[in-house]
């Protein structure tokens, strides 16, 4: 691995590749060329009577934009409890109890390996749809329950991402805190962590990309999320030729999303080999 | 195997844990049938993934700059774009577009979730062929120029086999998000792993069991991945690189 892609060696050993590319851009332009094409295409063989492709997806657009809006907070949500939980299960690994990192070892590698839609599954079937507290009834929506089922992955990743930033700094580092008296707690809050957080932004952002496509899974498990609108549009509408404009519509607004956090990423890895 | 069965049946009767897919003989035919077409899933996009992501990652290196920034443009765009999305489009906006043969369609939803998945994973692959081709030491590469192969002999013959090597780790990695990716089949219902689970469970109402053994399931394959490869690495390696 060190090898195939030493800008990221140390930093993120597992998953590395998923980020690094270093293609131009142009390429969003491109797309959006493409999309334009083929809504002026649909435009063209749309019967005479009904109104134009583009016209129902300008129509569309403000519902869509809702449903995308939640997928942002979706992923937000996630990316929140997911990266809380996954520094406690990270420095649960780093721990010098032995049980401990065991354990977190096991459960890191447990939701790292599991797939993103079976986690949901999961977490949508087995957690209440309410739970009584103080005498009161309070209800879990479906999007909460779809945001911890997301968390879970990310939790795991983040943990590993610590882990990676953490044996990434030099032991040299260790051993001279040692030497300054400094002890193990003190070393790894004073002078390790605060190092870490820069490694990890990276992966950390590309996690959150990575996330932000996924939010795309709670449609199937029922959560009213853009791609459940995206249904109900083309079902309501009942046109063939609207199915390929809208679908690219939804595929561009994910590429401009995602596309500019994927290219700061690679910006922000290239300046940590420089350094 | 009857012993297995009348053990699970026993667990039932005894501690309300109903695993009906090992002593239900129509419920064990789905779970099997659900385990060999997620492999059969898994198997195709590999093959196809790899084909296509060499064969990319050899355009990425070629003269024409229109050709460079084609491939650029679809490894960006299946990259940056959520995996589900382009399932659906392929699925629902594509397939009833294309033509039909014989009054059926030219594929169906296995044959689009093949098609979605290994293009999504050939645009991965890419990335980490071009990594490897990247390792590849320029000497090496100048040798077997100047031994009179082609462009062509020289990547099939001289940079593939050094570039698969070194990329190894990354291509395991790469192949357990496939297993893991082969899920979202079941939402245009390709009876896979886990849309078979489904099935047991909404009959049965044995969710939590179902969710255990499936997760035990996939966990199961891709620690089985992971010891197949790190075998194939050591037996791949290259002498004089690494430790």
């Known amino acids: ?183 193990r707690r003190q070393t790894l809050w004073l002078i390790i962590l605060p190092q870490c957080v820069r490694r990890m932004l990276p992966p950390w952002m590309n996690w959150y990309a990575i996330l932000t496509m996924a939010t795309t899974l709670a449609s199937i498990v029922g959560v009213a999320e853009v791609m459940t609108l995206v249904g109900r549009v083309t079902n309501a509408e009942g046109r063939t030729d609207l199915l390929i404009p809208i679908y690219s519509y939804v595929l561009l607004w994910f590429f401009v999303y995602c596309y500019p956090i994927a290219r700061l990423t690679r910006r922000l890895e290239a300046r940590l080999v420089e350094r | ?82 995996p589900l999305v382009q399932l659906y489009f392929f699925y629902f906006a594509l397939g009833p577009v294309l033509p039909r043969v014989a009054g059926a369609p030219i594929l169906g939803s296995f044959g689009w979730a093949v098609v979605s998945l290994t293009l999504l994973e050939s645009a991965f692959a890419a990335e980490i062929f071009r990594a490897g081709i990247e390792a590849v030491p320029r000497t090496t590469v100048e040798a077997a120029e100047s031994l009179g192969f082609s462009r062509l002999q020289t990547y099939m013959l001289v940079v593939l086999p050094l570039a698969v090597r070194v990329t190894m780790p990354a291509m395991t990695s790469n192949l357990v998000n496939l297993v893991k990716t082969t899920t979202l089949a079941y939402a245009i219902a390709v009876p896979e792993l886990l849309y078979m689970s489904a099935q047991v469970w909404s009959e049965q109402v044995n969710v939590p069991e179902m969710m255990v053994v499936l997760l035990i399931a996939y966990v199961g394959i891709v620690g089985l991945i992971n010891e197949v490869m790190q075998w194939l690495e050591r037996r791949l390696r290259v002498p004089g690189f690494g430790q």
């Open chain 2, 1 to 82: 195997m009857d012993e297995i069965a009348h053990w699970f049946a026993w667990l039932h009767q005894t501690t309300g844990i109903k695993l009906t897919i090992f002593y239900d003989a129509y419920d064990r035919t789905r779970f099997i049938k659900g385990f060999l077409t997620t492999l059969e899933l898994s198997a195709y996009c590999l093959a196809g993934s790899l084909a296509l992501g060499a064969l990319l990652a050899w355009l990425r290196g070629g003269r024409s700059a229109l050709v460079r920034r084609a491939v650029a443009g679809f490894v960006e765009l299946f990259r940056n774009t959520p």
């Open chain 1, 1 to 183: 691995m060190a090898r195939a892609a030493p800008a990221r060696a140390g930093i993120r050993p597992v998953n590395a590749l998923r980020t690094g590319s270093v293609f131009g851009g142009r390429t969003g332009m491109a797309l959006a060329c493409a999309l334009v094409a083929s809504v002026a295409l649909a435009q063209l063989q749309a019967p005479a009577a009904k109104p134009g492709v583009f016209a129902l997806l300008v129509k569309w657009t403000p519902l869509l934009a809702e449903g995308f809006v939640f997928n942002l907070v979706i992923s937000a949500g996630a990316m929140l409890v997911g990266t809380l939980a996954g520094a406690l299960l990270g420095l649960a690994r780093l721990s010098s109890r032995r049980t401990l990192r065991n354990g977190s070892w096991i459960v890191m590698q447990f939701f790292r390996n599991a797939p993103w839609l079976v986690l949901l599954f999961f977490v949508m079937y087995l957690l209440p749809f309410e739970f009584h507290w103080n005498g009161r009834v309070v209800p879990i929506p479906d999007w909460v329950k779809a945001t911890l089922g997301l968390a879970l992955p990310i939790m795991a990743n983040v943990a590993e991402i610590l882990r990676g930033a953490v044996q990434s700094i030099p032991t040299a580092q260790w051993e001279a805190a040692r030497s300054l008296a400094f002890t």
